[in-house]
């Protein structure tokens, strides 16, 4: 399937109405071109819609943070997952307009039935937490929402703090929540954004976090630094990842074992010899 179903005509159609303010009619046509896998448009005319409003915003609005409040909050009402999709990704450039409302409906973005609603939410989690100093103390407190929808959209958050001078915030934020138990956060956590993110970019950093979260005893975050070794992180430093494994070989939880025994198997692909040698040395079985 193309990565586009917008026409050329759609797509002058769609800025003229974007210039007249007649949002509604946009949606309309998005609706007509949602696909049956997630209920919306696919994901190159949505970044379309969105490129465009933030165009005519920024070379025609009096007072940008304004307009953008007003027209994210639109889309954010609105029933159609297209149109939350597109609000949630325009309205954290309106956070220093109205914090608290946009803080609001990033909670309920964030909490959409829809997957892949939620998957846009995560992103402006990041994006808010880029460019937006002051909300790094409410990711903390969203730490403990009663909500996992929220807790892992704070995961993503950290993406945003994906730098040399925050580091050390975005790991405040996952080391509370490496503890979590629900699995829809742990997936996202150990495995996806502490491996395969902050583990590729900063790998001396997130090995020494690693390490030291390796000698706690709570069996999620025993999981996540586990996990945090399944894929290319733990490929590319496979004699590091087999010295913070080696703490886990005696786990006697199914959970941790199983952990264990699906990264052992994905780093004995690329490292078939260490993984061997490993298990000789560490473990009497090798985890099933």
């Known amino acids: 399937m193309k990565n586009s179903l917008l026409t ?13 303010e007649k949002l509604s009619e946009v949606i309309s046509i998005l609706e007509k071109i949602k696909t049956q896998h997630a209920g919306t448009a696919k994901t190159q005319d949505k970044r379309y819609v969105i490129k465009y409003i933030v165009k ?4 025609n609005s009096a007072d940008q943070e304004k307009d953008f409040f ?18 949630i990704s325009l309205i954290w450039k309106a956070y220093n307009y109205n914090p608290e409302e946009v803080k609001a409906y990033l909670i309920k973005i964030a909490n959409d039935p829809n997957w892949e609603v939620r998957e846009y939410a995560g992103n402006a989690f990041a994006n808010i937490n880029l460019h937006n100093k002051d909300i790094y103390k409410t990711m903390l407190k969203w730490t403990k929402h009663p909500s996992e929808n929220v807790r892992r959209a ?45 583990g590729n970019k900063f790998p001396a950093e997130t090995l020494m976090e690693l390490r030291k979260w ?18 290319s992180f733990g490929n590319n430093h496979p004699e590091k990842a087999l010295s913070i494994l080696k703490y886990f070989t005696s786990e006697v939880d199914p959970g941790l074992k199983r952990a264990l025994g699906s990264t052992l198997r994905i780093l004995s692909k690329h490292h078939p010899k260490s993984v061997d040698k490993f298990k000789l040395k560490h473990m009497v079985h090798a985890p099933k």
């Open 214 to 231: 390796s000698k706690l005893k709570d069996v999620n975050v025993r999981w996540n630094v586990i996990m945090a070794f399944n894929n």
């Open 8 to 20: 050329n005509r759609q797509k002058q159609e769609i800025e003229k109405l974007i210039k007249e």
């Open 154 to 198: 704070v995961v993503f958050s950290t993406l945003g703090l994906r730098k040399k001078e925050t580091l050390s915030k975005a790991f405040s934020i996952l080391e509370r929540l490496m503890s979590d138990s629900s699995n829809y956060v742990k997936k996202n956590l150990g495995p996806f954004i502490l491996g395969s993110y902050f």
């Open 56 to 59: 005519n915003i920024s070379e």
């Open 70 to 87: 007003n027209t994210a909050i639109f889309f954010c009402k609105r029933k159609e997952d297209v149109a939350k999709e597109i609000g």
